[in-house]
């Protein structure tokens, strides 16, 4: 069974650093893409960041470009979301997602979610 | 961005019945879809991704169809389980974008 759990989220003042991990289990972690993916209830879901099997190329979304690190390590089935410079607009629940097969860029797996607030 | 407008934003109907959610998309996305369902609480799930392949383990009675800009997803026979949200991507472009949802509620 897939498994993808997320750990890292809180509550954060403008300007700071949190960084987020996803635990893969129950299939073969580097054979696929990776990703974030975030939802609030004004701006819906937005795709953050993603990440290919070896890591070697990571893709963003501007808002996000330069501020957050998307990383994988494949021997410990995990990766990760680094964020700096936290922005209120960053509040969301994050959720690790695992693109479809040969990189396909839909998600067919998500984990339960984590909830980053960016607040003074 | 490709933009996603999905209709209704909301929709009520009784069980049994079969219901259709549309999603537009900005531009062609050539089939590049998915559709997503989220219920309460819970993480979205895949339902359908290439416009009309049903993922592992989905109920047949979910389908979905579409080309071009115009993409639908169909729920035939409404099940109680399946009051939830449903979004919709396209992945034919980055940045990759949702729809702002359809909330599916019974009546």
């Known amino acids: 069974e897939v498994q993808l759990v997320e750990s890292g989220g809180g509550l954060v003042q403008p300007g700071r650093s949190l960084k987020l991990s996803c635990a893969a289990s129950g299939f073969t972690f580097s054979n696929y893409g990776m990703a974030w993916v975030r939802q609030t209830p004004t701006k819906g879901l937005e795709w953050v960041a993603s990440?290919?099997?070896?890591?070697?190329?990571?893709y963003y979304r501007d808002s996000v470009k330069g501020r957050f690190t998307i990383s994988r390590d494949n021997a410990k089935n995990t990766q990760y979301l680094q964020m700096d410079s936290l922005r209120s607009e960053d509040t969301a629940t994050y959720y690790c997602?695992?693109?479809?097969?040969?990189?396909?860029?839909?998600?067919?797996?998500w984990g339960q979610g984590v909830m980053v607030t960016v607040s003074s | 961005d490709i933009q996603m407008t999905q209709s209704p934003a909301s929709l009520s109907a009784s069980l049994g019945e079969t219901v259709t959610i549309e999603c537009r998309a900005s531009e062609d996305i050539y089939n590049g879809l998915a559709w997503y369902q989220q219920k309460p609480g819970k993480s979205p799930q895949l339902l359908i991704y290439n416009a009309n392949s049903l993922h592992t383990g989905v109920p047949s009675r979910f389908s979905g169809s579409g080309s071009g800009t115009q993409y639908s997803l169909k729920i035939n026979s409404l099940q109680s389980e399946d009051v939830a949200s449903y979004f919709c991507?396209?992945?034919?472009?980055?940045?990759?974008?949702f729809g702002g949802g359809t909330k599916l509620e019974l009546k």
């Open positions: 990440i290919s099997t070896g890591g070697g190329n990571t």
């Open positions: 991507q396209q992945y034919y472009d980055y940045p990759w974008t």
């Open positions: 997602a695992r693109h479809g097969y040969s990189s396909s860029h839909y998600f067919d797996y």
